[in-house]
């Protein structure tokens, strides 16, 4: 790996670039305290990943720092461990750290990681998030702890009521800061930054830079060290697949998928809260291990879904955008894009749940004749054409054929795989379609099939389905 060097702000380039591997160089060549390397030892880290290799030594150094990267990258142990180690060398108490994050989620996160790492410290960290009750927040901020993870809403709430005094501030940490913008908090976060004193180093990270996030760069950071290990970067080791359905075959494919491809666990983005919510209860009555995770429920809720689904208790996770941004959890096998994300930029977000640590991800988004423009922007942004990947029986479906597909249980499905007969609704739906002529891929290359799908399709229906790939390809 070339390790890339920092560089002032004016001259990044926004570029789509491959996830770099870690280098080879060790903790203790970082100047972190004996206290500090004990936590990293205990949480079991051993070398340094490339955000920590470029951000450690630069907040030591007192810079502030620009850091281009996403969740996963080993970002928050990039700040968390220069920042345990200035706090150790000033000895004072009281809140002098402030992370800002846009979700719980993400603040609990990051709290715990300044937990486990600066557990050998007399160091301790306090999260400030809504949907909980704040008089917990006020006696826990009454204990002085010297960092404060919050998010912005409920930050102000308190400084407001006079429950936090952001005067002794002197280290500001905006972590994904693009998220900030998606859901509205930069108001919010400018409103903070004027609270605390100028005179402080400030550290903010991001995985995309839209201008207005390099607009706000521009006003909190004093000429910053540039850390960019690859941000907006799309794993190369996830395969990308579009699913063109109408609206109405979206949950018949979904239940199809998930019957047919054998997965780890899986993340499924819907586009509304509602929708999170109802998919995720059709699945669990399908006989699937799944939960919704989604603004509207309760911190307690989340809090239970999240864990869940990290310890392996729920194999799906259906979300939305909000919910599950920044969220960290291993052995992701499968992200489906139930509706196809907002912007090429969320997309990355999304698809960048699996893949993580060079395992292989696979992403399905579903796309419907409307997500067209959407497609494109996103082909654009990625530099290359995503495979189509077109099932002749969600292509001509009758309105019965959804409705029955809709009703069947995972087992059902499973079953189906084991048995030639049409035993089950679906079953006779794909039956009766596999006689039929299959549609075209929809695109200039020959369409891809979904590899479980063909692996449990008859031969005749693999000929004619290779006929006409034939076809497509020579029409194109
Ligand atoms: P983050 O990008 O901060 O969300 O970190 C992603 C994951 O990487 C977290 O689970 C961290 O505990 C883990 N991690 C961070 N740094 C290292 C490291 N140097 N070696 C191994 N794991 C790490």
Not at 183 to 194: A, Q, S
Not at 228 to 235: F, I
Not at 236 to 245: F, G, R
Not at 461 to 467: E, M
Request: glycine share 6%; with cysteine.
């Amino acid at each position: 790996m070339t390790r890339k060097s920092l560089r002032p702000i004016q001259e990044t380039r926004l570029e789509i670039t491959t996830q770099t591997s870690p280098a080879t160089t060790a903790f203790t060549s970082f100047e972190l305290g004996s206290s500090i390397q004990r936590g990293i030892a205990f949480a079991g880290y051993d070398t340094p990943r490339p955000i920590q290799l470029e951000v450690i030594p630069a907040v030591l150094e007192g810079h502030d720092v620009l850091g281009m990267a996403q969740t996963g990258t080993g970002k928050t142990a990039a700040f968390a461990l220069p920042v345990l180690e200035k706090l150790m060398s000033r000895r004072k108490s009281g809140p002098s750290v402030l992370v800002l994050a846009p979700t719980r989620e993400l603040a609990k996160q990051i709290h715990e990681e300044f937990t486990t790492l600066g557990q050998f410290t007399p160091i301790r960290s306090t999260t400030v998030y809504g949907g909980v009750s704040i008089r917990h927040q006020l006696n826990a901020l009454r204990s002085r702890p010297q960092v404060v993870v919050a998010c912005p809403g409920r930050l102000l709430d308190l400084h407001g009521q006079r429950g936090i005094d952001l005067s002794g501030i002197d280290t500001l940490i905006i972590d994904e800061a693009d998220m900030m913008l998606d859901m509205g908090f930069l108001p919010d976060v400018r409103r903070i930054v004027e609270l605390i004193p100028e005179d402080r180093q400030t550290l903010m990270f991001s995985a995309t830079m839209p201008d207005e996030i390099r607009k706000l760069a521009n006003k909190v950071l004093n000429h910053p060290k540039v850390a960019d290990v690859g941000h907006s970067s799309v794993v190369s080791t996830i395969d990308h697949e579009l699913y063109p359905v109408t609206q109405r075959q979206k949950t018949p494919l979904l239940n199809f998928l998930l019957g047919d491809v054998s997965f780890g666990s899986a993340i499924i983005f819907t586009r509304t809260k509602h929708r999170a919510l109802r998919v995720a209860q059709q699945l669990k009555s399908n006989g699937h291990n799944a939960v919704a995770l989604q603004g509207n429920m309760s911190q307690a809720q989340r809090d239970r879904a999240m864990q869940g689904f990290r310890e392996g208790k729920f194999q799906i996770l259906v979300a939305t955008d909000i919910a599950a941004r920044g969220i960290d959890v291993a052995n992701i096998s499968h992200v489906i894009n139930m509706d196809m994300p907002n912007t090429p930029d969320a997309y990355i977000h999304r698809i960048g749940r699996t893949g993580r640590s060079e395992q292989s991800g696979r992403a399905f988004t579903f796309v419907t004749p409307e997500d067209e423009a959407a497609v494109r922007a996103l082909e654009k942004k990625l530099g290359r054409k995503i495979h189509r990947c077109t099932l002749p029986e969600f292509t001509e479906q009758t309105a019965e054929e959804v409705a029955a597909t809709q009703a069947m249980p995972k087992t059902a499905a499973r079953d189906r795989q084991a048995s030639s007969a049409p035993t089950t609704p679906l079953e006779a739906a794909q039956h009766r379609l596999s006689k039929r002529t299959p549609s075209s891929g929809g695109g200039p290359r020959q369409p891809k099939q979904h590899k479980g799908f063909q692996q449990s399709r008859s031969k005749n229906s693999r000929i004619r389905h290779r006929k006409h790939a034939e076809r497509s390809a020579r029409s194109s």
